[in-house]
C-alpha cells in the first residue's frame, strides 16, 4: 500500500458558493481561483495539509452541489465522490460539510443528508465574520448539539481563518492504515440505499432545518438589506443593462488609457536589451537568434503584458464584488432568446480570459444540448490572447484621438470588437437553435450573492497569476515557437546575386507565399499568412511571429519592440481591418480542441468548431477588405 | 564568441525549442508513446517531462511504472 493510500483523505463538500476554495486554500497553501459567485470550481481539486502535530491530510475541494442528487455534470462528480462511485478513489475518511452561515436555511439540507450517509461529518460554520456584520449570530455549539455534529467556526478569507476546522482535523486524523476495500464497497451500497430513500425525506429535512434554526433562534434571519438596495438599482430594466454597457465600456477605454506608459516603459526596455546585445555579439547567426527571433518575437508579445493585467483587474473585481451573477440575470432574457441558456453566462464569461476554463465551466449547465452549444460558441468570446492582436492593429491603425467626454477612439474600436464577438456567438447560438430545434425552456435558477467589498489579497493573488501565466506562456510556447520561426525564416541563405530579403528565400518565406495564395483575395501578405500557422498554438504568437518575420526583413535591429509603426507602414488599412476581422471569429488554438474533443467525448464538435469559425473568418475578413478598399476608392 | 561557438548555442537553442513545441502541442498519445520508447536510452525525469505533468496528473503517479515499461 502506497504512502498516498494511507493518508487521511478529507473531502470539502457544500453548496456552491459557500467557500469551499477559500478554505481549500487556506488548509493546503493552494491558490485555486474564488469567486463570489456560483459555479467556479467544476472539477476536484487535491492538495495536502500538515498539521501542527506533523499528520499529513489529503484534502479535496469538490464542486458545489445542493444535494445528493446531482442534476449537471458537475454535481455528478462531487455526489459520485462522496458516495464512493468512483473506482480509483477511495471514499473520504471526512467530509467536512461547509455551510454559509448568513444562510443556513439552505446550506443545512445537504449537511442532513451527508448526515443520513453515516460517514464522518465536521461541519465548517464558514463566512461567521459576514455573519456577525449582518447582526446574525450563530451559536456553534448549539448548531452541533442540534445536528449531533462537530461544527467549527471558520473564514475562509482571512489568514488563520480555518484553525479550528485544522485543530479538528488534527486530533481526528492521527496516522490510521486505510479502511479495507471491502468496507469502502458495503459503505458505497449502504450510501445508494440511503440516496433512494433520501427522495422521500425532502420535506422532511426542510422541516428539521426549520425546527433547528427556531431552536438556535434563526427562524427570520434580516436579509442583507445594503445588497437589496443596491439590487433594485443594478437589476432595474432599465438602468441594469445601461450600467453593464457602460462597466464594460470604461473597462476596455482603461485597458487603452491606462495602459501605455506601463507598454512604453517594456518596448523602450526591449529596444535597449536588442542595441546592447547588437553592441556586445558580433554579426552572425547568434545575434540574430537573440535580436530578431528572441526579442523581436516574443518580445514583441510581453508589451501586451499590461493591457492584459488591467483587464483582468476589473474583471476580478466584479468577480470578487459578487456583480457578475447579476449580469447573467440581466443577460438571462436576451441569451434565452438566441437558444442559450442562462447558465451559459457563466462559460462565456471565463471563456474572455481563456476559452479552455470556459469549455469546463460548461459542466454547470444540465441541459446537454445547451452544454454542447455553450462549447460550441464558447471560442468566440474574445479570449486574452486576442487582446495582443487587436491592441497593436488598432495601436498601428486607429488615432489616438478623443471623441465627446475624454472618450478615446482606440477604446471604442475595442469595445466594439468584443461586442463583435459577442454578437457572433450569439448569432451561432440561434442558428444552432434553428438547425436543431429549440431546446426546452430552462430557467435561470442561480443564486444572486451578497455584494463583497473586494479582497485586495484575491486581486493581488489573481493578477500575479495572470503574470505567472503569460510570462510561462512568453517563456515557454512562444519562445519556442519564435526560435523555430527564426530558424525557418533564415535558412537556407539566399542564392548569389539575390536581390530580395534573405527571407524571401527561406523555408518560411515559401511556406508564406505558397499560404498567400489562399489568404490573398482576403487582403493577407504572405507575411501574415505566414504568421496564421504559429497562431494556431497560441493567438498571440502572430504578433510575435510578425516582429520576426518583419525584424529578419529589416536592416538593422530597431525592429524589436516597435512592429507598430512598421505594419501601419506596410500594411493598408483594409488589410489591417481585414486581420483584426479574421480575429475576432478566428479558428481555435490547439488546446480549445483539445479540451473540446474531451468533454464532448469526440472529434464532431471540435471539427465543427474548426470549419465553421474558418468559415466565418474567411467570410468576415474577405467582406471587410473589399468593403475598406470600396470605400477608400470612393473618398 | 568564435563562429563555431555561436552555431554550437544557436543549434541548442533550436533543438531545445522543437522538444518544447512537441511537448507542448503534440497530442497526449504521442507523448507518452515517445516517452515509453526512450525507455532505458533518456533519464525518467526527462522522459515524465516530455510526457508532460499531466501524464502523471492524470494518473496520480501511478502509471510511472507504466510509464517506464515499453
Known amino acids: 500500500m502506497n504512502a498516498l493510500a494511507r493518508e487521511p483523505l478529507v473531502a470539502l463538500v457544500g453548496n456552491p458558493n459557500c467557500g469551499k476554495t477559500a478554505l481549500f486554500n487556506l488548509l493546503t497553501g493552494s491558490r485555486q481561483k474564488i469567486a463570489n459567485y456560483a459555479g467556479v470550481t467544476v472539477e476536484r481539486k487535491e492538495g495536502r495539509l500538515r498539521t501542527a502535530s506533523g499528520h499529513r491530510v489529503r484534502v479535496l475541494d469538490l464542486p458545489g452541489a445542493y444535494s445528493l442528487r446531482p442534476r449537471t455534470p458537475d454535481e455528478q462528480i462531487t455526489c459520485d465522490f462522496v458516495l464512493g462511485r468512483l473506482p480509483d478513489e477511495r471514499r473520504p475518511d471526512e467530509v467536512v460539510a461547509v455551510v454559509d452561515a448568513t444562510n443556513l436555511r439552505r446550506h443545512l439540507r445537504l449537511v442532513l443528508a451527508l448526515r443520513r450517509l453515516g460517514q464522518r461529518i465536521v461541519v465548517a460554520l464558514n463566512m461567521v465574520d459576514l455573519a456577525e456584520r449582518r447582526g446574525i449570530r450563530v451559536d456553534a455549539a448549539a448548531l452541533s448539539r442540534e445536528l449531533g455534529l462537530p461544527v467549527v ?341 539566399p542564392p548569389p546575386g539575390a536581390t530580395g530579403p534573405a527571407i524571401e528565400y527561406s523555408i518560411a518565406g515559401r511556406i508564406g507565399a505558397g499560404l498567400a495564395v489562399l489568404f490573398a483575395p482576403i487582403g493577407f501578405n504572405w507575411q501574415i499568412s505566414l504568421a496564421l500557422v504559429p497562431g494556431i498554438a497560441a493567438r498571440e504568437v502572430v504578433v510575435g511571429a510578425l516582429g520576426t518575420v518583419y525584424s529578419l526583413a529589416a536592416t538593422g535591429s530597431d525592429v524589436a519592440g516597435q512592429i507598430a509603426p512598421l505594419i501601419a507602414r506596410e500594411w493598408s488599412f483594409a488589410t489591417a481591418a481585414a486581420l483584426l476581422a479574421w480575429y475576432v471569429f478566428a479558428p481555435q488554438c490547439l488546446s480549445t480542441l483539445v479540451t473540446a474533443r474531451r468533454e464532448t467525448n469526440g472529434w464532431r464538435y471540435p471539427l465543427l468548431m474548426v470549419a465553421y469559425q474558418f468559415t466565418l473568418a474567411y467570410v468576415a475578413a474577405g467582406v471587410t477588405y473589399h468593403l475598406c478598399r470600396a470605400w477608400a476608392g470612393a473618398a | 564568441m568564435t563562429a563555431w561557438l555561436q552555431w554550437l548555442v544557436v543549434g541548442a537553442a533550436v533543438l531545445a525549442s522543437a522538444l518544447v513545441a512537441f511537448r507542448t502541442l503534440a497530442p497526449f498519445g504521442w507523448r507518452v508513446a515517445l516517452a515509453r520508447r526512450a525507455t532505458g536510452r533518456l533519464p525518467d525525469r526527462f522522459r515524465i517531462w516530455l510526457a508532460g505533468q499531466s501524464a502523471c496528473d492524470a494518473c496520480g503517479g501511478r502509471d510511472l511504472p507504466r510509464l517506464r515499461r515499453p
Open chain 1, 153 to 493: 467556526e471558520t473564514v475562509g478569507v482571512r489568514a488563520g481563518g480555518a484553525a479550528a476546522l485544522i485543530a479538528h482535523l488534527d486530533a481526528t486524523h492521527a496516522p490510521s492504515p486505510a479502511p479495507a476495500p471491502a468496507d469502502a464497497s458495503t459503505a458505497a451500497a449502504g450510501a445508494s440505499a440511503s440516496v433512494a430513500a433520501d427522495l422521500a425525506t425532502v420535506a422532511g429535512d426542510q422541516h428539521e432545518v426549520e425546527r433547528i434554526l427556531t431552536r438556535l433562534g434563526l427562524e427570520r434571519v434580516r436579509s442583507d438589506t445594503l445588497s437589496d438596495r443596491i439590487d433594485r438599482v443594478v437589476l432595474h430594466p432599465i438602468a441594469g443593462p445601461l450600467i453593464l454597457a457602460v462597466t464594460l465600456f470604461l473597462i476596455f477605454q482603461a485597458v487603452f488609457v491606462w495602459a501605455k506608459p506601463f507598454m512604453d516603459a517594456i518596448t523602450a526596455l526591449i529596444a535597449a536589451l536588442a542595441g546592447g546585445v547588437a553592441r556586445v555579439l558580433p554579426a552572425g547567426p547568434l545575434e540574430s537568434l537573440l535580436v530578431d527571433g528572441v526579442l523581436a518575437g516574443a518580445g514583441s508579445v510581453l508589451v501586451f503584458l499590461p493591457q492584459i493585467l488591467i483587464l483582468f483587474a476589473f474583471i476580478l473585481l466584479l468577480e470578487d464584488s459578487g456583480y457578475l451573477p447579476r449580469a447573467a440575470f440581466l443577460l438571462d432574457r436576451l441569451m434565452g432568446s438566441v437558444g442559450l441558456s442562462g447558465r451559459s453566462f457563466i462559460p462565456l464569461l471565463s471563456s474572455f480570459a481563456c476559452a479552455v476554463p470556459g469549455i469546463l465551466a460548461a459542466r454547470t449547465i444540465p441541459n446537454e444540448r445547451d452544454r454542447r452549444v455553450t462549447i460550441l460558441v464558447a471560442p468566440l468570446m474574445t479570449c486574452s490572447a486576442r487582446l495582443p492582436v487587436y491592441t497593436l492593429l488598432i495601436g498601428a491603425f486607429v488615432p489616438a484621438r478623443t471623441l465627446a467626454l475624454g472618450i478615446g477612439l482606440q477604446g471604442v474600436v475595442l469595445f466594439v470588437l468584443y461586442f463583435a464577438g459577442v454578437t457572433g456567438a450569439f448569432l451561432v447560438a440561434w442558428v444552432m437553435k434553428r438547425l436543431h430545434g429549440s431546446a426546452a425552456l430552462h430557467p435561470l435558477q442561480m443564486e444572486l450573492p451578497t455584494y463583497h467589498v473586494p479582497s485586495l489579497r484575491n486581486l493581488g493573488i489573481g493578477l500575479l497569476q495572470r503574470v505567472e501565466v503569460f510570462v510561462k506562456r512568453v517563456g515557454s510556447i512562444i519562445l519556442a515557437l519564435m526560435v523555430l520561426l527564426w530558424f525557418l525564416s533564415s535558412f537556407p541563405a
